[in-house]
């Protein structure tokens, strides 16, 4: 049974081979043109890594505010711990929970971007001639 298959699919592929007339390829140029095209879209990984250096210089600014904002609810007394309001220990533990978030946050985006960079700089080493398109920063 499954040679009758095999027999029949042969048969079809080569029949369907002395149906064409010969190998066609594409000019050089057009070659050239979607090898470039394809190495562009791996390489936006460049406006991958603006974006994460962006959203890592602003969220830096956000957790260096809130880290002082969060001391002036300190106090600079010795006991100020001890007779803080409730108030005040309710905005400390705010400012610790979005601190705490803020730099998780700021580790993982630490490890994004060396990421990206690897593969940047992986893919501008393979493909030398590649130049990519200015971004506007």
């Given amino acids: 049974m499954f040679q009758l298959f095999l027999r029949a699919r042969a048969h079809n592929l080569l029949g369907s081979r002395r149906e064409t007339k010969g190998f066609k390829a594409r000019s050089v140029e057009r070659d050239a043109e ?7 879209a791996v390489l936006a990984v460049e406006t ?3 974006e994460a250096e962006r959203e890592q210089a602003g969220l830096n600014r956000r957790v260096d505010d809130a880290l002082a904002r969060a001391s002036v609810t300190f106090g600079n007394g010795t006991d100020e711990y001890l007779e803080r309001e409730p108030l005040d220990n ?3 533990d705010l400012f610790a ?3 705490s978030n803020g730099q998780r946050r700021l580790k993982e985006l630490a490890s ?3 990421h990206l960079k690897f593969v940047k700089t992986a893919m501008l080493t393979r ?3 590649f130049k990519p398109p200015q971004l506007n920063s």
């Fill in 90 to 92: 309710y905005h400390q």
């Fill in 127 to 129: 493909f030398p001639d």
């Fill in 112 to 114: 994004s971007i060396a």
């Fill in 34 to 40: 979607t090898d470039r095209v394809r190495i562009g």
């Fill in 48 to 50: 991958a890594l603006q």
């Fill in 97 to 99: 929970a979005d601190i």
